[in-house]
């Protein structure tokens, strides 16, 4: 008798209420929607998400790298109960945070990564993050950790979280730290802000389909390739041509 | 006393550079002197203001010296916190007017990022004085926050003023590919809007974020020359045409009235009377606006407006390109970014473009004469630069 194997390495997801969209109105004055993107919005992510692999800067390659495989592993039915959040101005993807619920009381929040840097972006979307969890659907806490020190800042420092260091993350590695239902309380109205409804027009233009990043992370321009080029092997400049052109001389 | 040209500048971007501090500083020197025509210098001074602690690297002047294979040219690091940039051009300006060198390349440059920003601070904090402020945490930013509430109360200067200050430095950045900040920031994003406050959250009440200046890295140089050199080099001749250096307490509290920057007041004037000319003589300015209190305080402590007037001719628009006296076209401290010991020769940079017309979106129409305000400590220790076309 055949076996479907699919049957039993695909989890069933668990029925929670969906995340709300939001609007931020950011430092620019422009609002940044922030909705939840179906499975089947994922391929339109990947794209965005690869180039960063290659990003080694800030970790941004890390943590690329992780969500590119949470991504893939949702869209390909092989993570329970995961979520996937993305922040869009004026259609343009900004910024993907996703996270996962272990069970009704507790959340497990995976990975923010922001594709506009400089505005908070990844800041806001990660405090729909933790909306989600804890007002949306009703958890005690989520578990929370860093893999850079902007992330350590952002998470850590900003919303003062709790040690939880005997309790190992999903991500492994890092000491985890929790954002519980009073700390949220706490950051609500400064670090968790934004409005609902969002207004039929910005909600339209991000469903529309979800644009390219305006200005992604680059690699950091080698400003000072020009001078290499006429660097010798001694890393000694050669700028004294047409006049003797030896050091020292 | 001779007369002294700038004849050659470079700089790198402000931004996060991931180089030896040495390179940073020689980038911006191979372009000042490539723009200048030069290769050998008589006397090279490098600005810098913390590298034994922020880099490991102590002498930084002999460093770059060789870097740039310039020996024998004298050297010599000149340290004099964020002030250390135009302090090291008044060496320039000494040497040349003296007679004692008829080149001299001032380079300026700081690498920041090397160390996290908590570091960054404590490092600048150590500028302040070490009994009576700096043991009590007292930083730069907590500083400027007590002035700010203190000029605030006194002369009706409200957070608002302090916004449009952070909007024109920002607006003026996106025009100089070299800034630090690209970034447009409006009203409503930072001070109106309902996320106003998590946007732009406060810093030292009542600076917030957008008040305050980014930690960045950077070079920049200018090659000064006697008045027979630049005439054969065929470059717009820009003459620094006055310098001026004051000092006040070192302590902030130590001064009779806080909110006056004596330091600055007198510089400027001492500039404005080498040069020979008035306030409203000046086309363009780069003043130092590492919090955005300072450039409204300093537009009127170097004459531009009357005391507790500066906000008020920033609300009509008179500090904005096509204004009055525009400031801070490069962005200022405040978005083309604060790698401190480059910073003054960041700015007399700005104002040599400004004059050789070289400025593109952001030049001033016709601007003949313009001053720099480099400002170090708080406001302890001040140099005033005016250059003028001729």
Known sequence: MPVDLEKILRPVDNPFAPYPPKVVALATGQPMVIRQVDRDDIPDLLPHVEPLLHHERDYYDVVAARVYSELLGHYK???????????????????????????????????????????????????????????????????????????????????????????????????????TRALFDKARGSLIVGKRPVSAALLNKAQAGILPPTDPPKAAPDFLAATRSVYDSTGTARIRKGKGGERHA | MREVYAVGIGITSFTRLEYPLVEIAGYASILALKDAGLDQVDQVYLANMAAARLNHQTAVASALVDHLNLQPAGAATIENGPASGAAAIKEGFQAIASGMADTVMVTGAERMSEVNQLEATDVVASLSHPLSEAIYGVTLPSLAGMFTRLYMEKYGVTRRHLALVAIKNHANALMNPFAHVQTAISLEGILDGPDAPTNNPIIADPLHFFDVCPVSDGGACVILASAEVAKKLKKPLIRLAGVGQATDTHAVHERENPTDLLAVRLAARKAYEMAGIKPADVDVAELHDAFTILEIAESEEVGFFKKGEGHLALEQGETKIGGKIPINTSGGLKAKGHPVGATGVGQAHEIVTQLRGAGFKRQVKNAKVGLTLNFGGFGNNVVCLVFAKE
């Not at chain 1, 101005?89 to 900004?94: P, S």
């Not at chain 1, 860093?146 to 260091?165: D, H, N, T, V």
Request: hydrophobic fraction near 40%; glycine fraction near 10%; aromatic fraction near 10%.
């Open chain 1, 77 to 179: 039915y092989r993570y329970q109960d995961q979520y996937v959040l993305v922040g869009q101005i004026d259609g343009h993807l900004a910024a993907i945070v996703n996270g996962r619920f272990v069970n009704k009381k507790l959340g497990m929040s995976l990975h923010t990564l922001a594709m506009h840097r400089g505005l908070r972006v990844g800041a806001h979307c990660f405090a729909a993050k933790m909306e989600y969890h804890i007002d949306i659907v009703g958890q005690d806490e989520v578990l929370v950790v860093a893999e850079s020190p902007i992330g350590f800042r952002r998470w850590m420092i900003e919303y003062q979280l709790e040690k939880r260091y005997e309790v190992p993350h999903e991500l492994g590695g890092v000491p985890s730290y929790a954002l």
